[in-house]
């Protein structure tokens, strides 16, 4: 099938960090996915990108959803509700009722959608214990929510080439340059687009860091990362405060840098 438009919806993971294009902005899974969607639809193929890095739930529905029913793509990507995991409290239940209720709504619009199962980053950071169960809960939830809508399901956390380092950028949050074409192949793959088989390569594991050495660079990680991430959560800020969406209205995809 050849959509001529998609819109993707979300936070960071669908805006796209940490794959830089170099003027500073994102790349990401999304613009892959939509350049090589724009090969089978023609010149007419329109995108746009809606996600903003630190978005909770709720905002990305209060921000994102009227404007996407407004322009009526083909197919839109839905991923969302990562950061509130990570927040003190949440109900992740609630989350995912929500998430059920905007998947029928765009469903009501015609358009094909796509959930995603995230893969696993527990590993990478602290409290496991207490997120790890919440993210569970989440992936099990949204696998739900598609299979009751008949969206398309992309489930990252069964593959575990992510447990990859490399596939992770330099905060052990956002995903690498690597990891973005990673998850862009298996979007076309389950859409039934043929996709560049080198997109689903996946750098040689690194060997084991020595003990002391990695110590070291937990405690880098944390002065450079984890610091300034807890202090916008006691100011109240989000690392997407002052961010606009990269591709706010469908454009033609060659506008892509």
């Known amino acids: 099938m050849a959509w001529k438009s998609f819109v993707a919806m979300g936070d960071s993971f669908t805006e796209g960090m940490d794959d830089s294009y170099p003027d ?36 990305v529905i209060d921000e994102q959803l009227e404007p996407v029913l407004a322009m009526r793509p083909g197919l839109v ?63 099990d939830g949204t696998r739900r929510v598609a299979e009751r809508h008949g969206a398309h399901l ?13 596939l992770w950028s330099a905060d052990r949050l956002h995903l690498s340059a690597a990891g973005h074409r990673r998850v862009a192949g298996h979007v076309l793959n389950t859409l039934g687009v043929g996709v560049d088989e080198d997109w689903l390569l996946v750098p040689p594991m690194p060997a084991p860091t020595p003990w002391l050495l990695a110590r070291g660079a937990d405690l880098r ?10 202090r916008r959560r006691l100011a109240g800020a989000s690392s997407g405060d002052e961010v606009k969406a990269k591709r706010p209205e469908l454009a033609p995809v060659d506008a892509i840098a």
Do not use: C, M
Not at 113 to 125: G, N, P
Not at 221 to 230: S, T
């Open 221 to 230: 990680w944390a002065g450079q990362h984890l610091a300034p991430w807890i």
């Open 154 to 166: 992309i489930d990252l956390f069964a593959d575990r080439a992510f447990d990859n380092p490399l």
């Open 24 to 59: 500073g902005t994102y790349r990401g899974w999304a613009d892959l996915v939509a350049a090589r969607l724009a090969v089978d639809a023609g010149p007419d193929f329109g995108y746009a990108n809606l996600a903003v890095r630190g978005k909770l739930l709720d905002q």
């Open 77 to 139: 990507s839905f991923a969302a509700g990562g950061n509130d995991v990570l927040r003190r409290k949440v109900d992740v239940e609630s989350l995912v009722d929500k998430i059920d209720s905007v998947i029928g709504r765009i469903r009501d619009t015609g358009a094909d959608v796509i959930l995603f199962r995230f893969a696993d980053v527990t590993a990478h950071l602290p409290g496991q214990r207490i997120v790890g169960p919440r993210a569970g809960t989440l992936n």
